[in-house]
């Protein structure tokens, strides 16, 4: 078995056109991605493999000796890889859909199926850390993100927005009131949640009476157990959930999936998919369509906001 055998093909593929091209501008142009991620993505293949695939610093762009070596066996797994695609694509298409970690796809997987009967769903959950690698590599088609996300070469449909909550012990002090602001935690040990896929270390430490974690309501949501509770953070940006796809792979089933998920009728025509640049969203978000910010648990027994607390 050759030692490239373990390296996916989308990454293969990228070094090809690099190797091809000797131009990492060019070959990101012929891609359709950044240069920036198409040379992270190279570096991360020369880490991988031990050893340097292009001569450092050389102008024009030169293969090393390894690197003409990987050039010729890529070409032979890229063509053995193609069979296959071949091959598995005589029955109905599916169409991959990746989501992350907080995001409910089950109201649109039914619509879906009720709407597309001979049109498999393939659903995905993706590490938010992978999202977009997730979608410009081909491992899904589409994919629920948590933005932002880097635009280039990428369509996006801002969906709803998310409320920020503190998560707390269920008879912390903070647990009487229905929203607290950053100032009322500013005597609270902050557990680090920014990574959304690790955040369930920080709710451990939470539950162990080691401070406190605000994350997005969602994630509170999916963490949920009996020994905390989460009450709203009046101060905290809103995270924002959109549905993103590389835009040079279009299809007429990311386009049936897109307006399924905008809220298009059955019987109305296919539009055109939106390439949303903006990252205003075109629907209500999720708060206002509520008419507010989510409601406290419901062993909450405060009403109004506290005033700044003493240290305790």
């Given at each position: 078995?050759?030692?490239?055998?373990?390296?996916?093909?989308?990454?293969?593929?990228?070094?090809?056109?690099?190797?091809?091209?000797?131009?990492?501008?060019?070959?990101?142009?012929?891609?359709?991605?950044?240069?920036?991620?198409?040379?992270?993505?190279?570096?991360?293949?020369?880490?991988?493999?031990?050893?340097?695939?292009?001569?450092?610093?050389?102008?024009?762009?030169?293969?090393?000796?390894?690197?003409?070596?990987?050039?010729?066996?890529?070409?032979?797994?890229?063509?053995?890889?193609?069979?296959?695609?071949?091959?598995?694509?005589?029955?109905?298409?599916?169409?991959?859909?990746?989501?992350?970690?907080?995001?409910?796809?089950?109201?649109?997987?039914?619509?879906?199926?009720?709407?597309?009967?001979?049109?498999?769903?393939?659903?995905?959950?993706?590490?938010?850390?992978?999202?977009?690698?997730?979608?410009?590599?081909?491992?899904?088609?589409?994919?629920?993100?948590?933005?932002?996300?880097?635009?280039?070469?990428?369509?996006?449909?801002?969906?709803?927005?998310?409320?920020?909550?503190?998560?707390?012990?269920?008879?912390?002090?903070?647990?009487?009131f229905e929203q607290v602001s950053m100032a009322d935690?500013?005597?609270?040990?902050?557990?680090?949640?920014?990574?959304?896929?690790?955040?369930?270390?920080?709710?451990?430490?939470?539950?162990?009476?080691?401070?406190?974690?605000?994350?997005?309501?969602?994630?509170?949501?999916?963490?949920?157990?009996?020994?905390?509770?989460?009450?709203?953070?009046?101060?905290?940006?809103?995270?924002?959930?959109?549905?993103?796809?590389?835009?040079?792979?279009?299809?007429?089933?990311?386009?049936?999936?897109?307006?399924?998920?905008?809220?298009?009728?059955?019987?109305?025509?296919?539009?055109?998919?939106?390439?949303?640049?903006?990252?205003?969203?075109?629907?209500?978000?999720?708060?206002?369509?509520?008419?507010?910010?989510?409601?406290?648990?419901?062993?909450?027994?405060?009403?109004?906001?506290?005033?700044?607390?003493?240290?305790?």
């Amino acid at each position: 078995m050759s030692r490239f055998e373990s390296i996916d093909v989308a990454r293969l593929r990228w070094f090809v056109a690099v190797a091809e091209e000797l131009h990492f501008a060019r070959a990101a142009k012929g891609l359709n991605i950044s240069r920036q991620r198409l040379s992270q993505t190279v570096i991360e293949l020369e880490g991988e493999l031990g050893t340097k695939l292009f001569v450092p610093g050389a102008q024009p762009t030169q293969l090393t000796e390894d690197g003409a070596a990987l050039l010729a066996e890529a070409r032979e797994l890229i063509a053995r890889a193609e069979p296959v695609v071949e091959e598995t694509t005589d029955g109905p298409a599916a169409l991959r859909v990746g989501f992350v970690p907080g995001v409910t796809v089950s109201k649109w997987t039914r619509i879906w199926g009720e709407r597309f009967p001979d049109t498999p769903l393939e659903v995905v959950g993706v590490p938010m850390g992978e999202q977009e690698a997730a979608l410009r590599a081909g491992r899904v088609d589409v994919c629920f993100v948590r933005l932002p996300i880097d635009r280039d070469g990428m369509s996006a449909i801002p969906l709803y927005r998310e409320v920020p909550v503190v998560v707390v012990p269920k008879d912390h002090p903070i647990s009487v009131f229905e929203q607290v602001s950053m100032a009322d935690l500013a005597d609270e040990r902050m557990q680090d949640a920014s990574d959304i896929d690790a955040v369930s270390d920080a709710i451990e430490l939470v539950a162990a009476g080691v401070g406190v974690a605000v994350v997005p309501h969602s994630i509170a949501r999916l963490h949920a157990r009996r020994d905390l509770v989460y009450r709203t953070v009046t101060d905290v940006a809103d995270t924002e959930i959109a549905l993103a796809w590389p835009t040079d792979r279009t299809s007429d089933l990311v386009e049936d999936f897109v307006g399924v998920v905008r809220g298009r009728s059955e019987r109305s025509s296919r539009s055109p998919a939106v390439r949303a640049k903006s990252a205003e969203p075109q629907k209500k978000s999720a708060t206002k369509r509520t008419g507010g910010r989510p409601g406290p648990a419901k062993n909450a027994v405060g009403k109004k906001k506290p005033a700044k607390r003493r240290g305790r």
